[in-house]
């Protein structure tokens, strides 16, 4: 008896094989599930290196492109670095827009006043584009005075802090203050205990007034600063300076008996010639027990040409002023005091806060 397999067997095996075979997930590319080849989008608004009025930008792509049907998404990522080591959004999912053009709102404040760098890609199933090249754009230029965190950027022609006496807005540069009596008063909403209070200044020159002007400060309240308890005070002595012309600086940790300041023979090492066509990056910090000075030639990265620190003795602080006010410049001349502000300094990109400067904040004014 012959075993042979019918005809019709082997005819209905290789229709449900094949059947088997063809069976598709709908929401693949078309084509047997072979890979698509996509084309990279390209990059259309913002315009590269655009200044924004806005936190939240609306960023926009040209679509890329398939060798085959299917559904499509766009990533986005926004970095504060061109190599894109680190990020700070990413956004995949977007669904791609029929009109040829697809965008992504983003949905958090930006940090202000700096320069950001984007790119995005197409997906398609588990496959990607290549990156578009990276675009720039530049956030709005803002200040804000949260909690433990400051920042007034003054280089649009505003301040979030209260101006007193005699100035001149600078365009692109910041604010000049230019007598003795100028200064700007901020009104912090929490004390800041240990932190950092850093800004950039032009116009610092040598041959200044009398005595000991200042170029930034802090006490607690608005009252002379030469007499508070917790005065902390930057400055660039003048003629009869003890010595003319050095970087030298006061902290009073709570105690008028406890005063963080530069010996004669160190002030003597700290003479500086500062050139006033040059900027310098003046970083104050402070903890419990130490308040340190660290100065920069041409900003934060710049070459640093002044450091040093004192620490109180056992038993004061920590610095709690309450309220806690900081300054450009300085009160007292204006009050009845001696040596106020010195003159003629322009000042921008100011921070305070209870966390270190992010390097990238200030970056819209930088050159790249």
């Known amino acids: 008896m012959s075993h042979r ?41 913002p315009a590269d290196d655009e200044q924004l009025t806005t936190l939240r930008p609306t960023l926009v792509v ?26 700070a959004l990413s956004r995949g999912g977007v669904a791609e827009n029929a009109s040829g053009r697809t965008s992504f709102v983003v949905d958090s404040d930006l940090q202000s006043t700096t320069r950001y760098y984007w790119r995005s890609r197409v997906s398609q199933g588990s496959s990607n584009s290549e990156w578009t090249a990276a675009g720039r754009f530049r956030t709005k230029v803002v200040g804000y005075n ?6 007034d950027p003054l280089v649009a022609g505003e301040t979030i802090g209260t101006i007193f006496g005699a100035h001149t807005w600078v365009s692109g540069e910041g ?10 008063q901020y009104a912090l909403p929490a004390t800041v205990a240990a932190g950092e209070f850093s800004m950039e200044i032009k116009g610092v020159a040598p041959g200044g007034p009398i005595g000991k002007p200042r170029l930034f400060s802090m006490l607690n309240g608005t009252g002379r600063l030469d007499l508070s308890k917790y005065q902390m005070n930057v ?30 023979h160190e002030r003597m090492a700290d003479i500086r010639l500062l050139d006033p066509s040059r900027w310098y990056y003046f970083q104050a910090t402070w903890d419990a ?6 100065v920069r030639e041409d900003g934060p990265a710049g070459r640093e040409i002044y450091n040093r620190a004192k620490t109180s003795p056992p038993g004061y602080g920590p610095y709690a002023p309450t309220p806690h006010y900081a300054y450009l410049g300085a009160n007292e001349a204006a009050l009845g005091g001696e040596d106020g502000t010195v003159p003629n ?24």
Do not use: M
């Open 175 to 184: 604010l000049r203050l230019t007598s003795r009596t100028s200064y700007v």
């Open 146 to 151: 949260n909690p433990r965190e400051l920042f």
């Open 62 to 87: 040209r679509n890329g492109s398939s060798n085959q049907n299917g559904t499509r998404t766009y990533e986005f990522q926004v970095s504060t670095s061109s190599s894109f080591a680190s990020v």
């Open 345 to 368: 300094i322009t000042i921008r990109h100011v921070w305070l806060s209870d966390k270190a400067r992010p390097t990238s904040i200030g970056s819209a004014f930088r050159v790249q």
């Open 5 to 45: 397999t019918p005809a019709y067997c082997v005819f209905v095996a290789v229709v449900a094989l094949s059947s088997i075979g063809c069976a598709s997930d709908p929401s693949s590319p078309s084509g047997g599930g072979s890979t698509p080849q996509l084309t990279a989008p390209a990059l259309d608004t």
């Open 235 to 264: 400055q660039y002595r003048g003629t009869q300076g003890n010595p003319d012309n050095c970087i030298a600086f006061k902290a009073v940790w709570g105690d008028e008996d406890v005063k963080l300041e530069p010996e004669l």
């Open 289 to 294: 027990l130490t308040f340190r000075l660290i």
